[in-house]
C-alpha cells in the first residue's frame, strides 16, 4: 500500500477547509488538501452559496476598510446599523434557543471581524449585499435601501468568487491538493489520529499526518438524511455539492469521537420546485426563493401553515423549509399582489411564475381548491389593519387572522391582480449535527478527552446550530474555527516531528 507524509492534511476543499490549510502553511507546516470531487466540481457548498459572512462590526465606518476597492459603489447609497458582538449574541441564541455551545460561539463572535479582515488579506474579495434580496434596479431612487446589519457584506461573484479566491491564494503558496481523492477512513491508534486512507479508483493510499476534517456534513447522503433528520428527508433536494456524504463525519465517531449537537437540524430553505435533485453549478443558489414575507404561502389544501414574516428573512429562511417539507407533496405557494411583485429578489427570474387575473383562476391553474383559497386569503385580507408599509426593514404590519398564523410584518391584503405564484419545496443546505470541538478545534473523544492530532471545522462541526439559523453565520464558524484549527494543527505536526 502507498503511503506519504504530510505535516497537516486538510479534508475537503471547501471554504472553512482552505481557510485550514492557509493558515496550516502560514505556521510553516507541509500541507495537503484532499478533494472528494474532480477539480471542476471543487469547492463543497461553499462554491454554491451565497457567501454572506455574518461577523460583528460597527458600521459602514468599519466596513469600508473591508470592501475591495472596485466594489464600493454602494457605500454612499445605502445604510446599514453596527452589529455589536452583542447583537450578533442575541440573535443566534434567538434562532437556536440558546442552546449552542456558548464558549464556541463566543469565539465565533469575538474573532468574526478578524477573520474576514485576514480572508481579504490573503485575496478574497468583498462587497455590500446589493442585489440580493431587492433588484436595485427597481428601488425608488428617493427610498433609502437599508441592508441587514448582519448581512451587510459578501464575497464579490458569491459562492464562485470565494473559491477561486481562496484556491488563487492556495495555489500561489504552493499547497498540494489532490482531487477524485475521497478520504475514506481515519487512521487511528487509540485515540490518537495518524492520518487517513483515501480511496483511489484502484488501491488505497495512506496519508499520514495531523488531520483536519473539514469535509461537510451529511446533506447529500439521503440515508443519513433518513436516520438522523426522519421520514420524508430522503426526498427533499439538494441545494449544494453532492459530495457532502458525511462519510468522514461517520468515520470519525467509529474511531471514538463524540457526537454533538443537533443531528435532527438542518438548515432548509425554500427551494423552486423545478430545481435539480442536487445542486448544479451552472446555477448555484439561484433557484432560492426567498421573498415570501411580502407572500401569502400556502399549502396544496390552500391553507396558511407559517408566519411568513416572523423576522428578517436572514433569522427564518433557514427554517422556512423545513416547514414546507412537512407540509402535504414537501409543497407550497408563494403569492404576490401588483404590491409587492416589484419586491422580489433577482433570483426568481430564474423560475417560471403563474399569473392568473383573480384568485380563483390561479387556484384553478395551480391545482387548488378555489374555494379554499378563496377563504383563506379573504379571511387573511380582513385581519390586515392597513398602515405604513416598510419592505426594507421589520415594519410591525401585523395581522391576526382566525385560524390561521400570524403574519407578524408585511401584513399587506392580498387584493391587487393580476396574482402571481412561484411553487416551492423544500432544499436542504447543510446539517447541524456533527463532532464535538473544544475552543482550539480539537475534536473531542467519547470519554471527554481531546483526541491528538485531530480536528474540525465547518459543517462537520457540531454544537453551533439548533432549530434555526442566522444567515451567513456558517461560513463564518467554517473560517474562524479554520484558522483556529488551521493554527493548531501546525503547532501539533511541529510538536510531534
Not at 454572506?52 to 446599514?80: C, M, N, Q, T, Y
Not at 495531523?210 to 443519513?224: Q, R, S, Y
Not at 419545496?425 to 447541524?432: D, H, K, N, P, V
Request: net charge negative; with cysteine; hydrophobic share 40%.
Amino acid at each position: 500500500m502507498e503511503s506519504f507524509e504530510y505535516d497537516v492534511i486538510v479534508v475537503g476543499a471547501g471554504n472553512a477547509a482552505l481557510v485550514a490549510a492557509l493558515t496550516a502553511h502560514q505556521e510553516g507546516a507541509r500541507v495537503l488538501v484532499l478533494e472528494a470531487a474532480p477539480k471542476v466540481e471543487r469547492g463543497g457548498n461553499s462554491r454554491f452559496s451565497g457567501a454572506i459572512f455574518r461577523f460583528a462590526h460597527e458600521g459602514p465606518e468599519s466596513v469600508e476598510p473591508l470592501l475591495d476597492p472596485d466594489h464600493k459603489d454602494w457605500l454612499d447609497k445605502v445604510k446599514f446599523d453596527a452589529y455589536p458582538a452583542a447583537r450578533f449574541t442575541e440573535d443566534a441564541n434567538l434562532v437556536s434557543g440558546g442552546r449552542s455551545d456558548q464558549d464556541l460561539q463566543k469565539i465565533l463572535i469575538d474573532r468574526s471581524y478578524e477573520t474576514v479582515e485576514w480572508m481579504r488579506d490573503v485575496g478574497v474579495k468583498w462587497e455590500l449585499t446589493v442585489g440580493k434580496l431587492i433588484d436595485p434596479e427597481k428601488i425608488d431612487p428617493d427610498e433609502t435601501y437599508e441592508l441587514p446589519a448582519g448581512g451587510a457584506v459578501r464575497v464579490v461573484n458569491e459562492g464562485v468568487g470565494l473559491i477561486d479566491d481562496l484556491f488563487a491564494a492556495v495555489e500561489a503558496a504552493g499547497i498540494e491538493v489532490w482531487y477524485s481523492s475521497p478520504a475514506v477512513e481515519l487512521l487511528t491508534e487509540g485515540a490518537t489520529v495518524t492520518g487517513v486512507r483515501v480511496a483511489a479508483e484502484d488501491r488505497y493510499i495512506d496519508v499520514h499526518g495531523v488531520v483536519v476534517l473539514a469535509a461537510g456534513g451529511f446533506e447529500a447522503n439521503p440515508e443519513m438524511r433518513l436516520r438522523y433528520l426522519g421520514e420524508g428527508w430522503d426526498l427533499v433536494k439538494v441545494r449544494g455539492s453532492r459530495f457532502n456524504m458525511g462519510h468522514m463525519l461517520q468515520s470519525a465517531l467509529d474511531s471514538g469521537a463524540q457526537p454533538a449537537g443537533h443531528f435532527g437540524g438542518a438548515h432548509a430553505s425554500p427551494l423552486d420546485a423545478d430545481a435539480p435533485k442536487v445542486g448544479d453549478l451552472r446555477l448555484t443558489d439561484k433557484m432560492s426563493r426567498y421573498s415570501y414575507p411580502y407572500s401569502v404561502m400556502v399549502n396544496v389544501n390552500a391553507e396558511r401553515f407559517i408566519d411568513e414574516a416572523e423576522d428578517e428573512v436572514w433569522l427564518t429562511y433557514a427554517k422556512t423549509g423545513s416547514a414546507i417539507r412537512s407540509q402535504p407533496q414537501a409543497l407550497a405557494f408563494q403569492i404576490f399582489d401588483q404590491q409587492t411583485v416589484h419586491l422580489l429578489e433577482p433570483r426568481y427570474s430564474t423560475g417560471t411564475p403563474i399569473e392568473a387575473n383573480t384568485l380563483e383562476e390561479l387556484a384553478n391553474k395551480l391545482g387548488l381548491d378555489p374555494a379554499a383559497l378563496r377563504r383563506t386569503v379573504d379571511t387573511y385580507n380582513d385581519a390586515t389593519t392597513g398602515g405604513g408599509f416598510d419592505p426594507f426593514s421589520k415594519d410591525g404590519l401585523r395581522a391576526e387572522p382566525e385560524g390561521q398564523p400570524v403574519k407578524s410584518n408585511w401584513a399587506t391584503p392580498l387584493t391587487e391582480g393580476p396574482f402571481v405564484c412561484y411553487r416551492v419545496t423544500c432544499g436542504i443546505t447543510f446539517t447541524y449535527g456533527g463532532l464535538k470541538i473544544d475552543e482550539h478545534a480539537q475534536v473531542i473523544d467519547k470519554a471527554a478527552r481531546p483526541m491528538p492530532n485531530l480536528y474540525a471545522t465547518g459543517e462537520l462541526a457540531g454544537d453551533f446550530f439548533y432549530h434555526n439559523y442566522p444567515a451567513g453565520a456558517g461560513l463564518m464558524r467554517g473560517a474562524v474555527f479554520g484558522r483556529i484549527a488551521g493554527t493548531k494543527a501546525a503547532q501539533a505536526a511541529h510538536t510531534t516531528t
